[in-house]
């Protein structure tokens, strides 16, 4: 099971193109919408989630928390206590965590990044607190996966692709999708 959480003013495409990918792929993938299902993106675009946050469950099925960036969705993820609480158990238990644009700084603030590389959208680079900064579109580090930003998007879906199902799969959804 994968979770995209998904908060007001949170970026489409960086939300989307994962989970479609994922989904391709074969995963297990459900939004979770912070706090009801309905919420809207950061350009207007309103979206019904699988879930509301108060739905979810924390369990052994769990095998990635995906957060999308965007503003102000990054910072209504961050201020929520159910995310906060669903990336403790994901740290606590090894699961993947995978963050893009803004998002990484959510985790360079709860300590996830101490020692590890990650990228994010410019300019939020010093919010990534103990994290080496490295400047590629995506970067996977153990059990957490960085990104960009919306431009990273297609690379993100099959770099967490790649993460559960193996680069095989990734390389072969990328074929489909007719990716250059």
Do not use: W
Not at 142 to 164: N, S
């Amino acid at each position: 099971m994968v979770y995209v959480f998904l908060a007001d003013g949170f970026e489409e495409i960086e939300a989307i193109c994962p989970t479609d990918i994922l989904r391709r792929a074969n995963v297990l993938v459900q939004t979770v919408g912070v706090p009801g299902k309905t919420v809207t993106g950061s350009h207007g675009i309103p979206v019904t989630a699988d879930l509301s946050i108060s739905e979810i469950k924390l369990d052994d099925a769990l095998e990635m928390i995906v957060l999308p960036g965007g503003m102000p969705g990054t910072d209504n993820l961050q201020k929520d206590p159910g995310v906060n609480n669903a990336l403790d158990f994901a740290a606590q238990n090894d699961i993947y965590i995978a963050a893009i644009c803004a998002a990484p700084k959510i985790l360079g603030a709860k300590g996830l990044l101490n020692g590890k590389k990650a990228t994010c959208f410019p300019g939020y680079e010093e919010e990534l607190k103990g994290a080496e900064i490295v400047d590629k579109s995506v970067v996977t580090n153990g059990k957490i996966i960085t990104a960009k930003g919306a431009g990273a998007a297609l690379l993100f879906g099959f770099e967490l692709t790649k993460a559960l199902k193996g680069q095989e799969t990734a390389e072969k959804i990328a074929r489909v999708m007719q990716t250059p």
